[in-house]
Every structure is written in C-alpha cells, then in structure tokens.
C-alpha cells in the first residue's frame, strides 16, 4: 500500500513537470488566447463578478466550488453562470466551453 502510495505521488509529480513545461513552452501562445478570452467576455458585457464566474467555469470548476472560492452562495453562481449564457447566446457549459476551444482542437483526420 504504501509502495502504491509513493509510486503515484512520483508519477503526480511528473505530471506537474510535465504540465509546467508545456506551459512554458506555450506561453506566448496561452498569454494570447487569455487575452482573446478577456475581449470575448468583455463583448458580451460580463459584470466583474459574472466574468470571474466565467473564467472559473472555463476551468472547470463546479458551481460550488466557485461559490466556495468566491465566498457566495451557490444560487448566486447558478444565476451568474445563467446571465453568462443568456448574454452570450449559448445553451450551457458545454457550449461555452466549446466556443472557446473548438477552433483549437484541430481533426487530424
């Protein structure tokens, strides 16, 4: 057990580095979209607060995890993450995750 236990801290750990030199290698690339993100956002007139939502969402959090980082209620998130889809036309989560990333994921078929 805790053979198993110290193989999948080492094999977190070279995930972390892994992901850590993507991002460097990347940053140029991810500083721009975060940009393009911000100006997106800014089109579809967020509040502060429905933008920070926003962001938390593209990260994948759950609605009560923001609620948690943003120290509101829950409901509160479930209204916001709302006014974000009705002002930006979208259905869900899933399509506004989708209209950030879709372009990027190329098919390689």
Do not use: C, H
Not at 32 to 55: F, M, N, R, Y
């Amino acid at each position: 057990m805790r053979q198993a236990y110290q193989d999948a801290i080492e094999e977190s750990g070279k995930w972390e580095e892994r992901a850590n030199t993507w991002r460097k290698e990347n940053e140029e690339l991810l500083s721009g979209l975060s940009d393009a993100i911000d100006l997106q956002l800014k089109a579809w007139d967020l509040t502060p607060a429905e933008t920070d939502v926003g962001l938390l969402l593209l990260k994948g959090l759950s609605l009560k995890e923001i609620a948690q980082i943003r120290d509101v209620s829950e409901r509160t998130v479930r209204d916001q993450a709302g006014a974000i889809y009705r002002k930006s036309g979208l259905a869900n989560r899933n399509e506004f995750a989708a209209f950030f990333l879709e372009d990027l994921l190329t098919s390689r078929t």
